[in-house]
């Protein structure tokens, strides 16, 4: 692909998916420096967020370079399958552990003021639940 203007360039560069994700590394990184060396605690700790999700695109970056890689290209590719199918298998247990924790809870409590912890309390005791931790059932009753 030939292209004349700058702005067909920059088009050209960012229609490739791996030079926005390097474009967005180079952009947080940038910006938490920024941040870090602001005097407030809030931007410090927003700095301290921006760097660890800046780094975790930086080791997804260097599995697409891994994959160039004649031993581990083809066990990038199946592991990359098997998230896929993991989805699935997540969504359907999500689907499972919502079914039963919520009636389960809504039959063991009495009416609870909605709190931010709540669906955090449920979705916990029924993941338990699944692995068979019925010492889990006392502690709703304490809580």
């Known amino acids: 692909m030939e292209f004349t203007t700058v702005w067909w360039k920059i088009r050209g560069y960012f229609s490739i998916f791996w030079n926005k994700l390097d474009f967005l590394s180079v952009l ?39 994959s160039a890689v004649k031993q581990l290209g083809p066990k990038l ?3 990359g399958e098997m998230v896929h199918d993991l989805t699935f298998f997540m969504i359907m247990l999500t689907v499972f552990i919502l079914a039963f924790g919520v009636p389960a809870c809504s039959l063991l409590r009495d009416v609870d003021k909605f709190t ?6 449920i979705l916990n005791i029924a993941y338990w639940q699944i692995f068979g931790e019925l010492a889990i059932l006392d502690e709703i009753e304490s809580i």
């Open 77 to 79: 590719v199946m592991i």
């Open 28 to 66: 947080l990184f940038f910006i938490a420096i920024v941040l870090r060396f602001c005097h407030s605690s809030e931007c410090f700790c927003t700095a301290r967020i921006l760097l660890a999700i800046d780094l975790s695109i930086w080791f997804i970056r260097t599995l697409d370079i891994f």
């Open 116 to 121: 931010p912890d709540l669906p955090r309390r």
